[in-house]
């Protein structure tokens, strides 16, 4: 059955049902994802609950209603099919919406996936999106929503933007008008908030030469180039407020720099940006990168619910809310790099490593181990492993690298899926982020075995 098809017989079953319960993820993907179903499903006139799981497990199985809805589930399961089937869930009342590779299963649960079609680069929320608008055609304004979840993913990382069927989405989100396409953008984070030299310093993806990682740095290419951070009446400036002159001087001056230190990384300087015309400016609502990391904070901090009513549309005291999480999230992950950066890791070969005992929740160290690893050994990927208080037996394990390590080869997500499998674990994700949950007792080995996969990929 081909892709369309697939999301045709999903729209159908959804449609034939008296009432749908949704299972989530609790990241990004998993909350634009859920926020997409439940406003089409209600726009449908079913009724439908929500159900956020931080993964699918044993432990959480229980969070699935035992009742007569069909059970959809979205950003996960495909990879847990043993559970539904251990569970007792028969066929007919499961639908898995997922983009992570499918575990053969003997019981033939209905599917929407679009790895074994070739679309690696759709999230989740993609996937719910063409869903929803096979529902309805009018839930074409849900496009903004499921580009958040497909930015969120890292779907466009690589890339430099949103390709296949999720660049599809983003003209759909254009043509309702309430996406902004930037084709040629410079490839930053915190275009919408952050001011203009704070966005250059903190840019890793390339890596700038006397820019990265150098406030100072960045404060003297805007005196070099003539553009002012600031506002007349002293406000500091963000990026998206700059006139095309100015943005044209700063990135001719950004790619004389790389030049001038070898050339690495320029075809990596400009990106696909999605602006949200709809959203106030300066907001972290504006674009797509910025949207997704509330949505995340709200799911590391156990408030899901909070981003998928952002998703719908509350901007009241839930958008104030979720506004709080994310400024205090911001404080905690600050908190842990500083941490990471004053302990130190260990190096080997090929990896560097830390373990944070039980200092930061395991929500958050992933978060952590991206933003030192610009401040770090950038070549070798890092790994931080924290305890779990609700279960010591275990230890949670979070690793990051780079798109520069991605393109000679590292794949975090094949590592952790063979090293935790090997020792009594189980992990998963993509090349560039991955996370894994191992036996406690098998730390030290496990670190080992890592950088022996590590060192095999770089061969």
């Known amino acids: 059955m081909g892709f369309s098809r697939e999301v045709r017989s999903a729209a159908e079953t959804i449609r034939a049902a008296e009432s749908v319960s949704?299972?989530?993820?609790?990241?990004?993907?998993?909350?634009?994802?859920?926020?997409?179903?439940?406003?089409?499903?209600t726009r449908a006139g079913i009724p439908v609950t929500s159900h956020f799981v931080r993964q699918l497990e044993p432990l959480t199985m229980k969070t699935v209603p035992e009742d007569d809805s069909l059970k959809v589930f979205v950003d996960l399961g495909a990879g847990q099919q043993n559970?539904?089937?251990?569970?007792?869930?028969?066929?007919?009342?499961?639908?898995?919406?997922?983009?992570?590779?499918?575990?053969?299963?003997?019981?033939?649960?209905?599917?929407?996936?679009?790895?074994?079609?070739?679309?690696?680069r759709l999230s989740a929320a993609g996937i719910a999106?063409?869903?929803?608008?096979?529902?309805?055609?009018?839930?074409i304004d849900l496009a903004k929503v499921a580009i958040v979840g497909n930015v969120g993913d890292m779907m466009a990382r690589e890339t430099l933007g949103l390709v296949g069927p999720a660049a599809e989405i983003v003209q759909d989100g254009v043509a309702h008008g309430s996406v902004r396409l930037v084709r040629q953008d410079l490839n930053c984070y915190g275009t919408s908030t952050r001011p203009i030299h704070v966005c250059l310093s903190y840019n890793d993806?390339?890596?700038?030469?006397?820019?990265?990682?150098?406030?100072?740095?960045?404060?003297?290419?805007?005196e070099r180039v003539g553009v002012s951070p600031k506002t007349?009446?002293?406000?500091?400036?963000?990026?998206?407020?700059l006139e095309q002159d100015?943005?044209?001087?700063?990135?001719?001056?950004?790619?004389?720099?790389?030049?001038?230190?070898?050339?690495?990384?320029?075809?990596?300087?400009?990106?696909?940006?999605?602006?949200?015309?709809?959203?106030?400016?300066?907001?972290?609502?504006?674009?797509?990168?910025?949207?997704a990391t509330l949505l995340n904070a709200c799911g590391r901090w156990a408030k899901p619910r909070i981003g998928s009513s952002v998703c719908c549309g509350n901007r009241g005291q839930v958008y104030r809310e979720a506004e709080y999480m994310l400024n205090n999230h911001r404080t905690i992950i600050r908190e842990l790099l500083q941490y990471i950066l004053e302990t130190g890791v260990t190096e080997l070969s090929h990896l560097q490593y830390l373990h944070v005992g039980?200092?930061?929740?395991?929500?958050?160290?992933?978060?952590?181990?991206?933003?030192?690893?610009?401040?770090?050994?950038?070549?070798?990927?890092?790994?931080?492993?924290?305890?779990?208080?609700?279960?010591?037996?275990?230890?949670?394990?979070?690793?990051?690298t780079n798109e520069w390590?991605?393109?000679?080869?590292?794949?975090?997500?094949?590592?952790?899926?063979?090293?935790?499998?090997?020792?009594?674990?189980?992990?998963?994700?993509?090349?560039?982020?991955?996370?894994?949950?191992?036996?406690r007792e098998a730390e030290e080995v496990f670190v080992s075995r890592v950088n022996e996969l590590l060192r095999d990929q770089l061969a």
């Open 83 to 120: 559970l539904l089937e251990e569970r007792g869930l028969d066929p007919e009342e499961v639908l898995i919406l997922d983009h992570h590779v499918s575990q053969p299963c003997e019981v033939p649960y209905r599917q929407v996936n679009g790895v074994p079609h070739g679309f690696n």
């Open 246 to 291: 100015e943005k044209k001087a700063i990135t001719s001056a950004l790619v004389q720099q790389l030049l001038a230190n070898g050339g690495e990384g320029v075809d990596r300087l400009f990106s696909e940006s999605y602006i949200f015309v709809d959203e106030a400016e300066r907001s972290p609502l504006r674009n797509a990168s910025e949207f």
């Open 129 to 139: 999106y063409f869903v929803a608008r096979e529902l309805d055609s009018g839930n």
């Open 205 to 222: 993806d390339p890596r700038i030469p006397g820019i990265t990682n150098d406030v100072r740095g960045a404060e003297r290419l805007l």
């Open 22 to 41: 949704v299972i989530s993820h609790i990241d990004a993907d998993g909350i634009s994802s859920e926020a997409i179903l439940r406003v089409a499903i």
């Open 405 to 439: 390590s991605v393109r000679r080869g590292v794949d975090l997500q094949a590592v952790l899926t063979t090293a935790s499998g090997e020792y009594g674990g189980g992990g998963g994700g993509h090349p560039i982020a991955a996370g894994a949950f191992i036996p």
């Open 358 to 400: 039980d200092r930061y929740p395991d929500t958050i160290i992933g978060i952590g181990a991206g933003m030192a690893l610009g401040k770090l050994n950038w070549r070798k990927p890092i790994l931080i492993m924290c305890t779990l208080p609700e279960d010591p037996t275990l230890t949670k394990v979070s690793m990051r």
């Open 232 to 241: 007349r009446d002293g406000r500091y400036r963000v990026w998206e407020e």
